[in-house]
């Protein structure tokens, strides 16, 4: 039996509503530890009503795990075979906290209160948000040098510490500049 084209069209409708439903743009509602959390969604074209979706599975990166805030972010959703009943979210972000200053080829891991940059020059920062410069860390040597100045120390008698801190102040003022810190790892 040969389609009309009026039943052709029918069933092309019924694929376009199928197929715009089974991605959708949706609302964090809670999260769970147990990596089932709620969305709020969008019915039609129109985003007027939201639909809730509950107990979803959230996919993330391998290596690689986050939960946001209750009530913030979005995520995308994907409905497995096309149906509404078994919904998976394939993505999720948080517009409050991204980065809005990242470099070509750098990444960035972060919450509301600290983050995590590899910068494209190889170097890792690890600050607050409050916008502070990340120095170099210093390193085991660093403190095995202070550690020594410490301990080879001789007081000195009456001298009010002045030794020590003569000692001190040498290992401080360099050379070499002290503490000669990371390379690459950076902190705040």
């Known amino acids: 039996m040969r389609r009309t084209i009026e039943q052709f069209r029918g069933v092309a409708r019924e ?30 074209i129109d985003q007027g009503e939201r639909e809730p979706f509950t107990k979803t599975e959230v996919f993330q990166g391998v290596g690689f795990s986050s939960r946001p805030k209750a009530g913030q972010g ?22 409050a906290t991204e980065p809005g200053d990242l470099s070509e080829d750098e990444t ?34 660093d ?19 002045a030794a020590l801190k003569a000692a001190m102040l040498g290992l401080f003022n360099g050379p070499p500049t002290w503490p000669a810190g990371t390379s690459k790892l950076k902190g705040q």
């Open 15 to 44: 694929l376009t509503i199928e197929l715009r439903g089974m991605l959708r743009r949706v609302v964090i509602g809670a999260t769970t530890s147990d990596r089932l959390w709620q969305f709020l969604g969008y019915e039609g």
């Open 74 to 95: 979005e995520a995308i959703i994907a409905h497995i075979g096309g149906r509404a009943g078994h919904a998976v979210a394939i993505a999720t972000r948080d517009r």
């Open 108 to 141: 960035q891991m972060h919450t509301s209160k600290a983050q995590v940059r590899v910068k494209a020059n190889g170097e890792v920062h690890v600050t607050d948000r409050s916008g502070g410069a990340a120095v170099p860390l210093a390193t085991l040597a």
């Open 143 to 161: 403190l095995e040098a202070l550690k020594k100045i410490i301990q080879t120390w001789t007081p000195v008698p009456n001298d009010g510490g």
